[in-house]
């Protein structure tokens, strides 16, 4: 996206899990934009759209990832740091592991 990020601490760590494939970790950081302005144009076969959100208004687009779910509420309640579970709302079709 051609932005430079400064991490500032990490939100948590949240083991997707469910719907048929195989867990994964979603690590969530807070961080703060070192250099506003232009985004670099994302490749449309591969991002949709580009978005800048408050908290509070990512929490009102729905349907959210239940990873992404999960660590906007950390945020909005303060609780950062979490180590937790969260579970995939679909099942989704088997992993081809050819």
Not at 2 to 31: K, M
Not at 37 to 60: C, K, N, R, S
Not at 71 to 85: Q, S
Request: aromatic fraction near 8%.
């Amino acid at each position: 996206m051609g932005l430079a990020v400064r991490l500032t601490g990490i939100v948590g760590i949240y083991t997707l899990q469910g719907g048929g494939w195989p867990d994964i970790y979603a690590y969530v950081f807070h961080g703060e934009c070192e250099s506003p302005g232009a985004v670099a144009a994302p490749d449309p076969d591969e991002v949709a759209e580009v978005l800048w959100l408050l908290p509070t208004d990512l929490a009102q687009r729905q349907p959210l990832l239940p990873d992404v779910a999960a660590a906007l509420e950390d945020v909005l309640t303060g609780h950062y740091g979490a180590v937790r579970a969260v579970q995939r709302k679909v099942q989704l079709p088997p992993l081809d592991r050819e």
